[in-house]
């Protein structure tokens, strides 16, 4: 019972193939705290380099906005296109930023995660509706997690912004007796600095929150030792499965290694355990082993040799040594050369007697097969 309790604990890390399930279901670590620093820094820090000339073209169009010809006014159908004309001139304006921050926007996830789009996160589930789901991922990890993060935004932010209006209450003060243009770029410098200021706190939350992040991602996928006993029988196969897919494919190898028989030049046996098809040809360096069985296989290579005319050799410790030491579709090894030489030299003799009671040659005897292929098998 406590081995089966402990193979139902989630103490395994996940798997690849569980980690990219996880990603197609949009489940990749987050951090809402880094994407808000990443994004108000870059726009603070944007504002700054180009708060001025922002100021100046804003006030310029506000200014051709408020002066419009008498006639444009009689004219119904130029107040739209004056509008859309303003409309596309602040456009223009704001886009440099409007395209710094849509920049920041999407990078930010690049830091952590990567970017990921699930259509199975956006579909509907009944469980997100379950209340008793919802109170225990209120009081669980992640949002004990979020409610110290707020209690801790909420102290750093309140902290720094009580320092800012403190450091610049004289300049706050001194912006009503400037002029418009000098107190809106004078404002605008503070309220960016002021931004860059909150965006540097939301850094402390930030490397808090993304090793969180991380490290509750990790835990959700965890694993128990069933569920990676059960994914590796999905991914490899069960044993008979993969028992019925070998004996499958040794049947099909079988099947061609029988159809090459009848291309063989000689079949030597041994005369009933063993039995090699070897075929020479003129663009191979060496004969060739394409067939090979022993017992009921050898049986079945000599019957198709026989059926198919193709001499069939006794040779045992010949057969024995071919067996034992050369793979299907590989030459035969070099101390070999010799004794198969002769059994080829004496098939292609009995090829050439043509004559019925034309004296036959006679087959070799005493092939020599080195101690160490005979010991072999």
């Known amino acids: 019972m406590a081995e089966q309790d402990k193979s139902q604990e989630r103490t395994e890390q996940a798997t690849p193939k569980r980690e990219k399930e996880a990603r197609e279901q949009g489940q990749v670590p987050r951090s809402r705290e880094l994407n808000t620093m990443l994004v108000l820094m870059v726009g603070s820090t944007s504002l700054l380099f180009m708060g001025d000339d922002l100021i100046r073209q804003i006030m310029l169009l506000m200014q051709r906005g408020f002066t419009i010809d008498r006639l444009v006014l009689s004219d119904i159908r130029a107040l739209p296109q004056v509008l859309a004309g303003t409309i596309l001139d602040a456009l223009l304006i704001l886009g440099p930023l409007f395209g710094v921050l849509l920049v920041a926007v999407l990078l930010a996830p690049t830091l952590m995660g990567g970017w990921s789009f699930s259509v199975k996160a956006l579909a509907f589930k009944w469980s997100k509706l379950d209340p008793i789901k ?164 050898a049986a079945r290579i000599r019957e198709l040799a026989e059926q198919n005319g193709v001499l069939v050799f006794t040779a045992p410790p010949l057969a024995r040594a071919i067996f034992h030491n050369t793979e299907l579709g590989q030459e035969i090894p070099s101390d070999l050369y010799v004794a198969v030489a002769q059994v080829l030299a004496y098939v292609y003799q009995l090829r050439k007697v043509s004559v019925p009671g034309q004296p036959r040659p006679r087959p070799p005897v005493d092939l020599p097969v080195p101690d160490g292929y005979l010991n072999k098998g």
Do not use: C, Y
């Open 134 to 297: 919802g109170l225990g991922r209120i009081f669980a990890w992640r949002g004990l997690m979020e409610l110290g993060k707020t209690l801790a935004k909420f102290v750093l932010l309140s902290g720094v912004s009580g320092i800012v209006i403190w450091q610049f209450f004289g300049e706050l003060l001194a912006l009503g007796s400037e002029p418009l243009l000098q107190g809106l770029s004078h404002a605008g410098k503070l309220l960016a600095w002021t931004f860059l200021g909150l965006s540097a706190v939301l850094v402390i939350i930030a490397l808090i929150d993304v090793p969180f992040q991380l490290w509750e991602h990790h835990r959700q996928l965890k694993m128990t030792r069933q569920e990676i006993k059960d994914e590796s029988k999905e991914t490899e196969g069960r044993p008979e499965v993969k028992q019925r897919i070998r004996n499958l494919q040794r049947e099909m190898a079988q099947r061609r290694m029988m159809e090459e028989v009848p291309k063989a030049d000689v079949i030597i046996v041994n005369p009933t355990h063993f039995a090699v098809g070897l075929k020479f040809g003129e663009r191979m360096s060496a004969p060739k082993v394409i067939a090979k069985g022993g017992d009921l296989v």
